[in-house]
């Protein structure tokens, strides 16, 4: 990212190259003596949290508006889900049935993807959280349509490294976990969420918290897989306790192929607008 606007007075790249020639001192040597924003070890303070939440935030804004990315179609799902064809690795029996829906991922990207190339490429860019499983299979459909796609990683105590297919231009790192989330949904005109932990739980529920609560405008919440979502959560459950309302079960809706999906969201009523009060309360 360039920045080509001219400037009056040195900008902040000149001073820190300046400051690398000048004489070794003991007054130069001292962290007191290093530009603020080129001092690693000052910026890494607890203090400096609110300013490193405001670069997180920021940076990849920029990227994205810079690289005229409009839209974004969301993928959450689980990073242990294996493709088909490496099943038999898999950790269980159930992830190694739920590997179709590896598959289901990769194609419902890949045909979103065509149709963001048909208008232009930056509406409607594929987004993932850029690691393995349904994530990389989100990424490699829109790598295969040959369209671009968004990586959304995060910085966590193993090792771990963005999938191949996220486009090198957008992919990002990142340290907190809400504004990760926050990056997920500024673009999304559609999520759709495949079996997963409780990354994925909290990345469902989090999006649902803020259509319900119109914090956010309504967009098709598709969720893949009804066996696995109603097996883990007693949706009705909630409704009847009374701790969401019946009208919050149309919030989202269950699918198992990419095409299904692809219909849902075509059909989907009430995508953009925004609730203006909470039912039930």
């Given at each position: 990212?360039?920045?080509?606007?001219?400037?009056?007075?040195?900008?902040?790249?000149?001073d820190?190259?300046?400051?690398?020639?000048?004489?070794?001192?003991?007054?130069?040597?001292?962290?007191?003596?290093?530009?603020?924003?080129?001092?690693?070890?000052?910026?890494?303070?607890?203090?400096?949290?609110?300013?490193?939440?405001?670069?997180?935030?920021?940076?990849?804004?920029l990227?994205?508006?810079?690289?005229?990315?409009?839209?974004?179609?969301?993928?959450?799902?689980?990073?242990?889900?294996?493709?088909?064809?490496?099943?038999?690795?898999?950790?269980?029996?159930?992830?190694?049935?739920?590997?179709?829906?590896?598959?289901?991922?990769?194609?419902?990207?890949?045909?979103?993807?065509?149709?963001?190339?048909?208008?232009?490429?930056?509406?409607?860019?594929?987004?993932?959280?850029?690691?393995?499983?349904?994530?990389e299979?989100?990424?490699?459909?829109?790598?295969?349509?040959?369209?671009?796609?968004?990586?959304l990683?995060?910085?966590l105590?193993?090792?771990?490294?963005?999938?191949?297919?996220?486009?090198?231009?957008?992919?990002?790192?990142?340290?907190?976990?809400?504004?990760?989330?926050?990056?997920?949904?500024?673009?999304?005109?559609?999520?759709?969420?495949?079996?997963?932990?409780?990354?994925?739980?909290?990345?469902?529920?989090?999006?649902?918290?803020?259509?319900?609560?119109?914090?956010?405008?309504?967009?098709?919440?598709?969720?893949?897989?009804?066996?696995?979502?109603?097996?883990?959560?007693?949706?009705e459950?909630?409704?009847?306790?009374?701790?969401?309302?019946?009208?919050?079960?149309?919030?989202?809706?269950?699918?198992?192929?990419?095409?299904?999906?692809?219909?849902?969201?075509?059909?989907?009523?009430?995508?953009?607008?925004?609730?203006?009060?909470?039912?039930?309360?």
């Amino acid at each position: 990212m360039k920045d080509h606007r001219e400037r009056i007075f040195p900008d902040a790249r000149q001073d820190i190259e300046t400051t690398r020639e000048i004489p070794h001192t003991p007054q130069t040597e001292s962290p007191a003596y290093r530009l603020a924003f080129a001092d690693p070890d000052f910026l890494c303070r607890d203090e400096l949290r609110p300013v490193r939440l405001q670069l997180e935030l920021l940076k990849p804004e920029l990227y994205l508006t810079e690289y005229g990315v409009e839209s974004t179609i969301v993928l959450f799902g689980g990073a242990r889900i294996p493709e088909p064809s490496q099943r038999e690795q898999a950790a269980t029996t159930t992830l190694a049935e739920l590997s179709r829906y590896y598959e289901q991922a990769r194609r419902f990207a890949y045909e979103m993807t065509l149709r963001s190339k048909a208008d232009g490429g930056l509406r409607g860019v594929i987004v993932t959280g850029g690691g393995p499983g349904v994530m990389e299979a989100g990424n490699r459909g829109a790598a295969e349509a040959g369209g671009v796609s968004i990586g959304l990683n995060i910085v966590l105590p193993h090792e771990q490294a963005p999938n191949r297919y996220v486009t090198p231009d957008l992919c990002f790192n990142f340290h907190y976990f809400g504004i990760r989330k926050m990056h997920f949904l500024m673009r999304a005109e559609a999520v759709a969420v495949f079996p997963g932990g409780f990354g994925t739980l909290d990345e469902l529920f989090e999006t649902l918290t803020l259509i319900q609560t119109g914090r956010m405008q309504r967009v098709p919440v598709i969720l893949f897989g009804e066996k696995f979502w109603r097996d883990i959560i007693n949706w009705e459950a909630l409704a009847d306790a009374g701790t969401i309302a019946r009208e919050d079960l149309e919030l989202f809706r269950f699918v198992e192929t990419a095409e299904e999906a692809i219909a849902a969201i075509d059909g989907w009523e009430g995508a953009g607008e925004r609730r203006r009060s909470v039912p039930g309360r």
